[in-house]
């Protein structure tokens, strides 16, 4: 009994191995041909996908470089981040085509890794094939190009995972193919813990975080900056630790749409690459935040004793902002105004058509805020979102201009009644 259990089984395995099989090569050819076009794969000989079907690489690993800080229940939440925002991209094949990135990182690599460094030759159109081939390969531009947009998308999912009290995650990637074709496909993840201090802020014990980017020769790199060199004025004649208050990480989240990790990474980066882009306010001043060239709004920095702080983040239209003042001088619209309409925060630009609405949109850009209208159309998910009419937009500011209007009337019309009785 044992034994013809045994033979069963035996033979399940094996059915399912050639099925997996069959299945790699059907997979392989649709991955040739979007690569190279077709009659390519037709050419390579039995003995050669037999070896390229021994060399796949494994599925990608997760793996606790560090379990403090860390639990497996985070590890299990990045993997799913990430397994999310990669199926929202495609890789572009340099004859037009695309492909997944869950084929991408395993079976497009494995064969443009083979193509270069495991094909000998030895039958008819080998040298067709490596011509074909060649501009995938390392050196490429193409494959510099989809390494850096694949680093990119990691670092987003990283960044999503950023706690205030526990730090930013990060990851150690050498062994996946996309770095080392002789990799075993392992991400090791680990915490960079941060230095959090409590400081009294009017009136108030407030947490902060300092500022700093990890290297991994050299540890943490913490920021420093002259208070004058964003236009804080002080006696000061050295450089400041930089820290970020709480507070200005969750009005970062509520108003941009983004997880605070990338308000520590692009001011870490910022504050690393020289002097940011800053505007003097009386007793602060504005750094200016961007996604790629959109600026999306500011982060409020003080100088607090011996210290830089990080005190808000602002949205571009908000109240403080340049382009804030600018947007209430042409429409009225005062703080609440804005709240009410919600458009003190992203989530209006991603739900509303203001770019097809031509005066909506001409409103903004002369306000200096078309980098929101642009970002939203370029970088907001809007699957599964009905782009909602502009027409209350409308209405409401035409009932603050009415307003505006009657206020006037009625003033006027004292100053008219005050002057007759007199």
């Keep these: 009994?044992?034994?013809?259990?045994?033979?069963?089984?035996?033979?399940?395995?094996?059915?399912?191995?050639?099925?997996?099989?069959?299945?790699?090569?059907?997979?392989?050819?649709?991955?040739?041909?979007?690569?190279?076009?077709?009659?390519?794969?037709?050419?390579?000989?039995?003995?050669?996908?037999?070896?390229?079907?021994?060399?796949?690489?494994?599925?990608?690993?997760?793996?606790?470089?560090?379990?403090?800080?860390?639990?497996?229940?985070?590890?299990?939440?990045?993997?799913?981040?990430?397994?999310?925002?990669?199926?929202?991209?495609?890789?572009?094949?340099?004859?037009?085509?695309?492909?997944?990135?869950?084929?991408?990182?395993?079976?497009?690599?494995?064969?443009?890794?083979?193509?270069?460094?495991?094909?000998?030759?030895?039958?008819?159109?080998?040298?067709?094939?490596?011509?074909?081939?060649?501009?995938?390969?390392?050196?490429?531009?193409?494959?510099?190009?989809?390494?850096?947009?694949?680093?990119?998308?990691?670092?987003?999912?990283?960044?999503?995972?950023?706690?205030?009290?526990?730090?930013?995650?990060?990851?150690?990637?050498?062994?996946?193919?996309?770095?080392?074709?002789?990799?075993?496909?392992?991400?090791?993840?680990?915490?960079?813990?941060?230095?959090?201090?409590?400081?009294?802020?009017?009136?108030?014990?407030?947490?902060?975080?300092?500022?700093?980017?990890?290297?991994?020769?050299?540890?943490?790199?913490?920021?420093?900056?002259?208070?004058?060199q964003i236009g804080i004025r002080s006696k000061t004649t050295e450089a400041l630790p930089v820290y970020v208050q709480q507070h200005a990480l969750n009005r970062f989240c509520e108003r941009t749409l983004l997880p605070g990790g990338f308000a520590i990474s692009f001011l870490t980066n910022v504050f690393a690459r020289g002097i940011p882009i800053y505007n003097p306010q009386k007793n602060a001043t504005l750094v200016a935040f961007f996604v790629g060239e959109h600026k999306i709004g500011y982060f409020v920095i003080k100088l607090h004793q011996d210290i830089l702080v990080v005190h808000t983040f602002l949205f571009l239209t908000n109240d403080g902002t340049p382009e804030g003042s600018r947007l209430a001088s042409m429409t009225r619209l005062q703080l609440l105004d804005k709240q009410f309409l919600g458009i003190d925060r992203m989530d209006s630009f991603v739900i509303y058509n203001i770019t097809g609405d031509d005066a909506l949109r001409q409103l903004f850009i002369k306000a200096g805020c078309e980098s929101l209208l642009n970002y939203a159309n370029e970088f907001c998910p809007r699957v599964g979102i009905d782009l909602q009419n502009t027409g209350m937009i409308h209405q409401y500011l035409g009932a603050v201009s009415g307003r505006i209007n009657a206020s006037r009337y009625e003033h006027q019309k004292s100053k008219s009644q005050s002057f007759s009785l007199k």
């Design 1 to 228: 009994m044992k034994r013809r259990l045994r033979k069963h089984t035996d033979r399940n395995s094996r059915i399912e191995k050639i099925r997996e099989r069959k299945a790699f090569v059907e997979r392989l050819s649709v991955i040739c041909e979007k690569l190279v076009g077709p009659g390519y794969f037709q050419l390579l000989p039995t003995r050669v996908l037999q070896d390229i079907y021994c060399r796949r690489y494994p599925p990608l690993k997760f793996v606790l470089a560090s379990s403090r800080g860390l639990s497996q229940t985070e590890v299990t939440q990045f993997r799913h981040n990430l397994s999310t925002l990669l199926s929202q991209h495609q890789v572009e094949t340099l004859i037009g085509e695309y492909l997944p990135y869950s084929w991408y990182l395993r079976d497009a690599l494995l064969l443009i890794h083979y193509v270069q460094l495991g094909l000998n030759g030895g039958f008819s159109g080998a040298g067709n094939f490596l011509r074909a081939f060649q501009p995938y390969f390392m050196d490429s531009p193409w494959y510099s190009t989809w390494r850096d947009k694949t680093y990119s998308l990691i670092t987003a999912a990283l960044l999503h995972s950023h706690d205030f009290n526990k730090g930013l995650l990060d990851a150690d990637i050498d062994q996946m193919p996309i770095n080392n074709p002789l990799g075993h496909n392992t991400m090791r993840l680990f915490r960079i813990k941060p230095e959090i201090r409590t400081v009294r802020i009017d009136g108030v014990r407030r947490p902060l975080m300092r500022l700093g980017w990890y290297d991994t020769k050299h540890g943490v790199n913490w920021s420093e900056l002259m208070p004058d």
